[in-house]
């Protein structure tokens, strides 16, 4: 059983370009959440998706957008690009369970910096 | 707006020592709380839930508790082992009932020395 993967694993980009990161989720989840981890920080949520609508978001600019696919997977776009955007960005997958516990499983992250 | 406090300053033990983290949090009253481990470069993982009516909540060597009137959770690890370095987050629930995420700790750095 696959957990959630994201690629790529890392990304260098310049001031004001734009990226693409891409996540699929655990097996059987059908809920996907994206996160910023700036260094010796705790994962700030960004938005999360769920049945291809964008379901929350968090204070985040509209630089930031996503999307999810029919398949739950998901990709997070980000334009023009400042060198704060350089972070780890997490991918989250999840399911609410019956205790609605929302437990979140991560992917390896993508590490991207921005020069 | 809820805040989660986690000591910033990593801990350092010995191998073999109990390890105890603390977790605060104010302008809340969750229902459960949630720890996660996380390794350098890699997402976090989840380890332990423990719910507002539960005092004390194991895990092979790992142990939580969840004091509601102090607010606090403290996560410990005994027979530590440098295998258990890494940092460790807490998580809360939703504040709404409409949000569906948790809100995360900056993380406390645990560094076991042989």
């Known amino acids: 059983d696959a957990g959630v993967t994201q690629s790529p694993t890392h990304l260098i980009k310049t001031r004001g370009q734009q990226v693409t990161l891409r996540c699929s989720p655990k097996?059987?989840?059908?809920?996907v959440s994206w996160y910023q981890q700036a260094l010796g920080q705790g994962p700030q949520f960004i938005f999360q998706?769920?049945?291809?609508?964008?379901?929350q978001r968090g204070n985040f600019p509209d630089r930031f957008s996503g999307h999810q696919f029919p398949n739950y997977s998901s990709e997070l776009n980000v334009n023009a690009l400042l060198l704060g955007d350089s972070a780890l960005y997490l991918c989250?997958?999840?399911?609410?369970?019956?205790?609605?516990?929302?437990?979140?499983?991560f992917g390896a992250g993508t590490r991207l910096s921005v020069l | 707006s809820q805040k989660i406090e986690q000591n910033s300053e990593a801990l350092n033990i010995q191998e073999g020592k109990t390890a105890t983290l603390t977790c605060n949090y104010t302008?809340?009253?969750?229902?459960?709380l949630q720890w996660y481990r996380q390794d350098p470069g890699r997402g976090p993982v989840f380890l332990l839930l423990?719910?507002?009516?539960?005092k004390e909540k194991r895990k092979e060597r790992l142990k939580v508790t969840f004091d509601t009137t102090l607010k606090q959770s403290l996560f410990h690890i005994t027979a530590s082992q440098p295998a258990d370095s890494a940092t460790y987050l807490c998580?809360?629930?939703?504040?709404?009932?409409?949000?569906?995420?948790?809100?995360f700790g900056r993380g406390t750095s645990l560094i076991v020395h042989p």
């Open positions: 989250a997958s999840s399911t609410r369970d019956t205790a609605g516990k929302n437990i979140q499983y």
């Open positions: 302008n809340y009253s969750p229902a459960y």
């Open positions: 097996s059987g989840h059908d809920t």
């Open positions: 423990i719910r507002e009516n539960e």
């Open positions: 998580a809360l629930p939703p504040l709404s009932g409409g949000s569906y995420i948790p809100t």
């Open positions: 998706y769920y049945e291809e609508e964008e379901r």
